[in-house]
């Protein structure tokens, strides 16, 4: 089969990330005992990345909860330095570069979409376009934001390739006829040997 464009998810794929960076390093700061709990800061978190909640309205409420009281620029700084490049995948995304469409499809809120962009330059020239939650409404796994992300791009389900590392992303991506790959960032070379698998099969 030729696989005629890859969509790639961000997170643990292209970007490996750990939120918990950003708390340690914000308790630290203001000192606080405890950080927000988790049932607190998830709702949060989902509405800014569907883009319920505005980038100053989700910033406030996240300073407040931390006791955050330092300019917004320090806020910023930590709350976007969770990030670190997964070398392999990008490496490969750089080899299909040229050869395939490159595309994007992620849940993410406006703050960290803005910063990768600036941060990492092979976002801006690697990839045709992009699918994002909190312009789309919509988050994955739900079947609406991979239609979309059809629609976007233009292109057949069945010669492209989804590449994600959540299980249910992957299941979305599926039932509306995508090819999936569960990706295990510690397990690249599996990754490559699906891409051949493919890339030798029926020629259908």
């Known amino acids: 089969m030729q696989i005629q464009a890859v969509i790639f998810d961000i997170g643990n794929v292209l970007l490996t990330f750990d939120y918990f960076i950003a708390e340690r390093a914000l308790v630290a700061h203001t000192g606080i005992g405890a950080p927000p709990s988790v049932e ?52 490969w995304a750089r080899s299909m570069h040229g050869r395939v469409p490159l595309y994007l499809l992620s849940n993410i809120g406006c703050i960290h979409h803005d910063h990768i962009f600036e941060e990492y330059d092979f976002f801006g020239t690697l990839f045709d376009d992009g699918v994002y939650s909190y312009r789309a409404g919509v988050m994955k796994p739900e079947p609406r934001i991979f239609e979309i992300a059809r629609t976007q791009f233009g292109v ?3 010669r492209t390739l989804y590449i994600d590392d959540l299980k249910e992303n992957v299941l979305g991506a599926e039932s509306v006829g995508f090819l999936g790959h569960h990706y295990d960032a510690a397990q690249h070379h599996r990754f490559e040997e699906r891409v051949r698998e493919l890339s030798a099969g029926s020629g259908e």
């Open 40 to 91: 607190d800061l998830h709702p949060l978190r989902m509405d800014h990345e569907t883009g319920r909640i505005p980038r100053e309205d989700f910033v406030r409420i996240v300073r407040e909860a931390f006791a955050h009281d330092g300019p917004e620029d320090h806020f910023m700084e930590i709350w976007t330095r969770i990030f670190q490049v997964n070398t392999p995948m990008v490496e």
């Open 156 to 158: 057949d389900p069945s």
